[in-house]
T-cell receptor, first 109, second 113 residues
Framework: GIQVEQSPPDLILQEGANSTLRCNFS?????LQWFHQNPWGQLINLFY???GTKQNGRLSATTVATERYSLLYISSSQTTDSGVYFC???????????FGAGTILRVKS | DGGITQSPKYLFRKEGQNVTLSCEQN?????MYWYRQDPGQGLRLIYY???????QKGDIAEGYSVSREKKESFPLTVTSAQKNPTAFYLC????????????FGQGTRLTVV
């Protein structure tokens, strides 16, 4: 099945810093989502982005489907950005959302 | 408010007991899913359903059972056959199977005591 690799596994930032999280996948995809899991476990939808670029406030995402990767940019980080960021994909001939292992982000004040 | 409601939020079970986790959605989505998350890991698919009265095993279905008698409801039973049931369980839904965005409930944390 499709493999999803996220990097880095852990990231510590000072408040106000920028960061880039990466998601590599091993096959063509029809569906790619980025989620933020908050300290209470809730998965919050950040982007649905099988291709192209989207922006939402301080967050933006780019997926280059032909090269099989997606990037999540966080600018001017805040302590509330802390948590785990997951990338999840559905392969071209698949029928389920497959998750990466996540990136743990800690933003210090 | 539209969304996915899971209950209870926390659940304690004695070894050897079956327990059922509730998941209800009012998004009018056809597809529903159950995922399991262990500490420090990603999510793994237990079962999914693309339509009422139909469901399929995911990657880790052993020791679990589901039903889909109504479009809005997809309960998960953790049976005594599940050898390591302590985990965080997340229910999700999407308009169609693996289509467009998938949305998640707030999760149920199950602990075996």
């Amino acid at each position: 099945g499709i493999q999803v690799e996220q990097s880095p596994p852990d990231l510590i930032l000072q408040e106000g810093a920028n960061s880039t999280l990466r998601c590599n996948f091993s096959d063509s995809v029809n569906n790619l989502q980025w989620f933020h899991q908050n300290p209470w476990g809730q998965l919050i939808n950040l982007f649905y982005i099988p291709s192209g670029t989207k922006q939402n406030g301080r967050l933006s995402a780019t997926t280059v489907a032909t090269e099989r990767y997606s990037l999540l940019y966080i600018s001017s980080s805040q302590t509330t950005d802390s948590g785990v960021y997951f990338c999840a994909v559905v392969s071209e001939y698949g029928n389920k959302l497959v998750f990466g292992a996540g990136t743990i982000l800690r933003v210090k004040s | 408010d539209g969304g996915i409601t899971q209950s209870p939020k926390y659940l304690f079970r004695k070894e050897g007991q079956n327990v059922t986790l509730s998941c209800e959605q009012n998004l009018n989505h056809d597809a529903m899913y159950w995922y399991r998350q262990d500490p420090g890991q990603g999510l793994r698919l237990i079962y999914y359903s693309q339509i009422v009265n139909d469901f399929q095993k995911g990657d880790i279905a052993e020791g679990y059972s589901v039903s889909r008698e109504k479009k809005e409801s997809f309960p998960l039973t953790v049976t005594s056959a599940q050898k390591n049931p302590t985990a965080f369980y997340l229910c999700a839904s999407s308009i169609v199977l693996a289509g467009q965005e998938t949305f998640f409930g707030q999760g149920t944390r199950l602990t075996v005591v």
